[in-house]
């Protein structure tokens, strides 16, 4: 477990903003999984749009 994990603060901004680390975790993931595929097959993947960058919500 991290260290950041253990500090109540942490808690505190999880619930108020979501857990951005997993969230950010989980896209370079997905988008790691995209890229092997065209680069095994040299076709993007189908049937997903491409994705644009969120905006931060306001006060953060």
């Known amino acids: 477990m991290a260290v950041w994990q ?3 603060i942490y808690d ?3 619930t108020e903003r979501g857990d951005v680390p ?3 975790r989980r896209e370079a993931e997905q988008t790691l999984r ?3 595929q065209v680069l ?3 076709v993007a993947p ?6 644009q960058a969120q905006p931060f919500p ?3």
């Open 6 to 8: 253990e500090a109540p």
């Open 12 to 14: 505190r901004l999880v």
């Open 22 to 24: 997993a969230q950010v």
């Open 34 to 36: 995209g890229l092997e």
């Open 40 to 42: 095994r097959s040299g």
């Open 46 to 51: 189908a049937g997903r749009p491409p994705q």
């Open 58 to 60: 306001p006060g953060s």
